[in-house]
């Protein structure tokens, strides 16, 4: 069973920098699709990073150029370094992970996913 624990988020100003990570029970980075998630209170569930096992990488338009997905196999951590930071990327912020897809230049939606953390708060001010 995989479990996937996030932490690293806060409260920051417009402008600011934050680094979420997510830590992996298992030995999940070589083999699984692995990919980060936001959600804002009666809104569906956005992806908005995604790396897969060849290493490619998949960002949403909206985070285009400020956030960079990466990952550490030694130590099983996903992360994402979120630069220039804005009011609207507030939102809970999810790591999900599976082994059957395949993300390589693209963003599969929540339901492909069969693993996911607890999720961590974003929250920007203006």
């Known amino acids: 069973q995989v479990q996937l624990v996030e932490s690293g988020g806060g409260s920051v100003q417009a402008g600011g920098s934050l680094r979420l990570s997510c830590a992996s029970s298992?030995?999940?980075?070589?083999?699984?699709?692995m990919g980060w998630f936001r959600q804002v209170p009666g809104k569906e569930r956005e992806g908005i990073a995604a790396l897969d096992k060849d290493g490619s990488i998949s960002y949403a338009d909206s985070v285009k150029g400020r956030f960079t997905i990466s990952k550490d196999s030694a130590t099983n951590t996903l992360s994402l370094q979120m630069n220039n930071l804005m009011p609207n990327d507030t939102a809970k912020y999810y790591c999900a992970a599976d082994p059957r897809i395949y993300c390589s230049g693209y963003l599969p939606p929540s339901r492909s996913f069969d693993y996911w953390g607890q999720g961590t708060q974003v929250t920007v001010s203006s």
């Open positions: 298992g030995y999940v980075y070589p083999n699984y699709c």
